[in-house]
């Protein structure tokens, strides 16, 4: 590759970068716009004076995502849900693979097969919906978690990360040591698959983070996520009986408000995980070859 | 307990008995995974015989009445049937057929781009947002296409409200769709490209071949197998669309083409609670859903040696 190039190659190199830097900026424009819009005045968005640079900067619209009740509760929610159900679906993942990792397992076909049907064939949304209600978790939190049971395609991802990168040399000379095949995992499988939890990890969180639709049908109002809670703002568009009470200036600060809350709203909403991901991003690519190595 | 067999690395040779108890400790890992999948997804399974009953929740499922094919009929004769299953085999085969070529497209030309630091800043803003909610990217979507000070009324100088018109759903659905995942997509290709053998491409250079050649004759052969195997996946959910977009961007006047059935399993299920016809109509389309992957898998495997069941 360090070999003299030619000017071909050369301006082909700059066909392609301006290729990809005019894809980014599609790419990235609709969010710059957003959080651009997330601190101006919102008349003035609509006006189509806010293509590049906001308008009468100010942090209005931020301070009332976490003045508004419901809003405040929904991003709280939601923090809970993420972490309970980050913890939750990582160590299904990790109790489920590991066994199934080890070749010499009797029944590991069977077991494999039993999750592997899951892929593909469901009761559907009535059917879980009533075995949801049946085991007492409606309008409990673990509703979100439970039903989703283990996530197949990331456990066969982990299962054969393990297989390809942990010598079975290893677990056999842990094994002559005299170490219990639990102790192997906590002392060996888990510090060598860390590259692995953190793609898992990171998977999980985003799903956590940005699921709506369980929420909607298992829980209440009160304990929905900031997803939920930004649809009555966002396709409703209504503003919340909380904000209309703190809101001194009358009806036009009220809808001025409002309009504010669409874009700061979805900014808090979305700003966590995007913020999150670029630090296990080297991992993804290898997370995926791994998954797609049959083992 | 574990020293005793440690001696062979390939312990086949042992009963089966002893093979049982010398793994009870990974048995017990897999219980709890086990069993929270047979109660959350196999119960389910069995549930679906309410498809064909009168399902009433005082008499449990064995104790309602048998009514058998029933309510397909009455889904077959519904009025909006047909607008339905064109409207959701519409969506995801022209979703398919825009959505399928981008992210190749795409990794060949980042896989090219010869300054590494560069091409990282690529993918991390395509991979953006993709981690981004639905409820987020409609919200937006709303935004930028109201009549009103829409980013995209704005741009073309129009006001024009393109939720209420049903002839622009499909490509607002589309659209976003390939603007939220097709930099996600690359992943899986530009991981396969990064394991392409570099003395192709130094190969390919004192032979003269131009960039474009290579990636030609090089680079997308090399795709092939990936790209093929990903479409039979994709043709084997076709009937399967999502049920959050189309039911965040859906209004009152664009229903000629925004009408799925995955919203109307909702609204039967959920919100009206008739809960033996929803079933119904879910397991008619993962039925057709099932056959049309078993199809394409026959198809692929017969045809190549990818295949995915």
Known sequence: ?295 | MNEAISKKPVRVGKPLKTRLLNNWQLYLLLLIPVVITFIYKYIPMYGIQIAFRDYKASRGYLGSEWVGFDWFTRFFNAPTFGRMIKNTILLSFYSLLWSFPVPIILSLCINQLRFKRYQRVVQTVLYAPHFISTMVICGMLRIFLSPSGGLINLLLGTQVDFLTQSSAFRTIYIASGIWQDAGWGCIIYLATLSNVDTSLYEAAKVDGASVFQRIMNVDVPALLPMAILNLIMSAGSLMNVGFEKVWLLQTELNKATSDVIAVYVYQQGIENAKYSYSTAVGLFNTVINLVLLFVVNKIASKTSDVGIV
Request: aromatic share 14%; charged share 15%; hydrophobic share 50%.
């Open chain 1, 1 to 295: 590759m360090k070999k003299s190039r030619g000017l071909s190659d050369k301006t082909s190199d700059i066909i392609l970068v301006t290729i990809c830097t005019i894809i980014m900026l599609l790419v990235a424009y609709p969010l710059y716009y957003v959080v651009v819009a997330s601190v101006s005045n919102p008349y003035d968005v609509y006006a189509g004076k806010t293509f590049l640079l906001p308008s009468e900067f100010t942090l209005k619209g931020y301070t009332a995502v976490f003045a508004d009740d419901s809003l405040l509760r929904g991003f709280l929610n939601s923090v809970k849900y993420t972490v309970i159900g980050t913890v939750f679906s990582v160590v299904m993942l990790y109790i489920t693979a590991y066994p199934l990792a080890q070749s010499d397992l009797p029944g590991r076909k069977f077991f494999s097969i039993f999750f592997l049907i899951t892929m593909y064939f469901g009761g559907g949304l009535v059917p879980t919906y009533l075995v949801v209600k049946q085991t007492g978790l409606l309008y409990n939190m673990w509703a979100l978690f439970l039903p989703g049971g283990v996530a197949v395609g990331n456990m066969i991802i982990v299962r054969n990360y393990f297989q390809n990168n942990i010598p079975h040399d290893l677990i056999e000379a842990a094994s002559i040591d005299g170490c219990s095949k639990w102790r192997t995992f906590i002392r060996i499988v888990i510090p060598l698959s860390k590259p692995i939890m953190a793609v898992m990890v990171v998977f999980s969180m985003v799903a956590y983070w940005n699921d709506w639709f369980t929420a909607l049908i298992y829980l209440r109002a009160e304990q929905a996520p900031m997803p939920l809670v930004i649809r009555n703002i966002l396709i409703k568009s209504s503003a919340s009986a909380s904000q209309a009470s703190t809101i001194s200036g009358g009806y036009a600060e009220l809808n001025k408000l409002t309009e504010m809350l669409k874009f700061s709203s979805m900014i808090v909403a979305a700003a966590p995980m995007l913020i999150i991901y670029p630090f296990v991003q080297k991992y993804f690519e290898k997370g995926f070859m791994a998954g797609a190595v049959k083992g």
